[in-house]
Each structure stands twice: as structure tokens, then as C-alpha cells.
């Protein structure tokens, strides 16, 4: 049974194409995230949603929009790709968020080259 | 913002040997959390500290929640081919949702 889980897996598209990739958590959490690493392997934090509401929104420039249809969804829109976009999108999932100390459960990646 | 110093940045080793990385913050964290990171996957959650002071194992690992709230250490006993990969440490503290990483350390254990 898969958690998380994310498509596509792999997304290779060209500079100034618009894509998106979903994520979807069979969990029963109320809150999701979108997490960046890039080519050095570093995590950071971009988007969160509780119950379909917006509550983190890092220093992301504006050609990324997250959607959360419901609260087991969170699909990430990117436009006009640039090649600095290049790098592995992590979805990920956790029971609640804020002061709670439930464990955030991450997708397998989408890595995405834009060439 | 908050931030976390992880290191070392990488370690190899022989096959049984004993590993031990750290993290630093410059602020208290509320929670540490460990994750390991194969090639080709996501971040999986290997070990969770919840109170200051807290010492906590899962099987070949030990790690520690520091007294001060500003640090946390993982140890690997009797390290094994499989343990290489990419490991993560994690502190979700204070009135948002994020959860602040280090920048990884990577094992290489040599069989």
C-alpha cells in the first residue's frame, strides 16, 4: 500500500514549458507539504496545506502554485520552467502540523530536468 | 530563519564499524527527528525525540535529544552495507508547521 505517492517520476520538459506534478496520500493526514532538494541534496521547504488551506509559503517565486482539491491532495503548477527549476520535488504528508509532533511521511520524488 | 548544522558532510567506513553524526542548531527545537535517504527515494523517518534530555533506539541506532534543545546526535552500531545512504537531521520547533533540515551526511560503508 503506498502512503505517498507522486507522478510523475520522472519529468524532463524544456525551458519556458508549464507542468505540474501530483501527489496524493491515502493516510487520512490533514496536512501536506511540497519540499525542494536540489543537486547538493538540500531539503527545503515550500508549500504546506491544512485541510486544503494554505499556512506555509516559503520564499518560492510566484511561477509556483500548489492546489489542494481536498485534504488527500496537493498538486504542485509550475510555470514557465527555468533551468535553476531543475532538482527532486518531494511530496510529503503529516496527521496534523504546528505544534503537534506528528511525523511528516514523504513520496518517492519526482525529479524534474529542464533543459 | 532557523538552521541546522549537520555534520560530518560524509563518512566512509569498513563494514562494523561504529558511526556517529551530530546536528547544531542556533535556535530550541521541539522535536528531532532522523531520516535516511536511499538513491531514488524519498526521506524515511528512522528515529523520533520528543523530550530534552530523551535517548531513544531502533535496533542498531541510538540517537539523542539534547539537554539543551540546540542539538541531537545519531549512532549506528555494527554498520552494514545497507546503512549507506543519506542521513537527515530534522527539528520542527515553534508556532509554524516547518520542519528545518540539515544538509545531510553521507555514509558510504565499505563491505
Known amino acids: 500500500d503506498t502512503a505517498v505517492s507522486q507522478t510523475p517520476k520522472y519529468l524532463v520538459t524544456q525551458m519556458g514549458n508549464d507542468k505540474s506534478i501530483k501527489c496524493e496520500q491515502n493516510?487520512?493526514?490533514?496536512?501536506m507539504y511540497w519540499y525542494k532538494q536540489d543537486s547538493k541534496k538540500f531539503l527545503k521547504i515550500m508549500f504546506s496545506?491544512?485541510?486544503?488551506?494554505?499556512?506555509i509559503n516559503e520564499t518560492v517565486p510566484n511561477r509556483f502554485s500548489p492546489k489542494s482539491p481536498d485534504k488527500a491532495h496537493l498538486n504542485l503548477h509550475i510555470n514557465s520552467l527555468e533551468l535553476g527549476d531543475s532538482a527532486v520535488y518531494f511530496c510529503?504528508?503529516?496527521?496534523?502540523?504546528?505544534?503537534?509532533?506528528?511525523?511528516?511521511?514523504f513520496g518517492p520524488g519526482t525529479r524534474l530536468t529542464v533543459l | 530563519g532557523q538552521q541546522l548544522n549537520q555534520s560530518p558532510q560524509s563518512m566512509f567506513i569498513q563494514e562494523g564499524e561504529d558511526v556517529s553524526m551530530n546536528c547544531t542548531s542556533s535556535?530550541?527545537?521541539?522535536?528531532w527527528l532522523w531520516y535516511k535517504q536511499d538513491p531514488g527515494e524519498g526521506p524515511v523517518l528512522l528515529i523520533a525525540l520528543y523530550k530534552a534530555g530523551e535517548l531513544t533506539s531502533n535496533g542498531r541506532l541510538t540517537a539523542q535529544f539534547g539537554i539543551t534543545r540546540k542539538d541531537s546526535f545519531l549512532n549506528i552500531s555494527a554498520s552494514i552495507p545497507s546503512d549507506v545512504g543519506i542521513y537527515f537531521c530534522?527539528?520542527?520547533?515553534?508556532?509554524?508547521?516547518?520542519?528545518?533540515f540539515g544538509k545531510g551526511t553521507l555514509l558510504t560503508v565499505n563491505p
Open positions: 530534522a527539528g520542527h520547533g515553534g508556532s509554524n508547521y516547518k520542519l528545518t
Open positions: 496545506y491544512n485541510n486544503k488551506e494554505l499556512i
Open positions: 535556535s530550541i527545537f521541539n522535536t
Open positions: 510529503a504528508s503529516s496527521r496534523q502540523g504546528g505544534y503537534s509532533t506528528d511525523t511528516q511521511y
Open positions: 493516510l487520512g493526514h490533514d496536512t
